[in-house]
């Protein structure tokens, strides 16, 4: 596996009553395509109803899903330890399947590149939700109709 040089994150998208169907594919395959994220590893956990967990092997999907997976496959497949997975599957609901993602942002990789070279160093990063920053929006929208 080449050397991360943009920030590496680990995703992991819930399906609720394990409707997982491969569909979210090809949106990350663009991204791969446009070199704007590497894929390092790529992992589907499903939990029953009982709460059971489980790693799937992307064989053991259906297959369609499996083809929609296939060219997602991450440069290191296994940098997910099996113990690691299970401590995330522990986070999903009964009858749920999740797809784990740990990518690189290689869109970083430049800008980073750069601010290394002048002397300068990341000193906080922090990923906010969609959803926090709506709300937040929503409150100041309201304070200002309010004013």
Request: hydrophobic letters at 50%; charged letters at 30%.
């Amino acid at each position: 596996m080449p050397d991360p040089k943009g920030p590496v994150e680990l995703v992991m998208i819930e399906f609720p009553d394990n409707r997982f169907n491969g569909e979210v594919a090809p949106r990350f395959l663009d991204l791969v395509d446009r070199e704007l994220i590497r894929v390092i590893d790529l992992v589907v956990v499903t939990k029953d109803a009982d709460g059971t967990a489980a790693v799937l092997e992307i064989e053991e999907l259906d297959d369609e899903v499996a083809e929609a997976l296939a060219r997602l496959t991450g440069d290191e497949d296994g940098l997910l330890s099996e113990s690691d997975l299970m401590e995330l599957a522990a986070e999903l609901p009964a009858n749920s399947t999740a797809m784990m993602v740990l990518f690189e942002n290689t869109w970083v990789a430049a800008f980073a590149t750069s601010v290394r070279e002048s002397g300068g160093r990341v000193v906080m990063s922090e990923r906010i939700p969609a959803p926090v920053v709506q709300e937040a929006r929503a409150l100041l929208l309201d304070a200002a109709a309010s004013a």
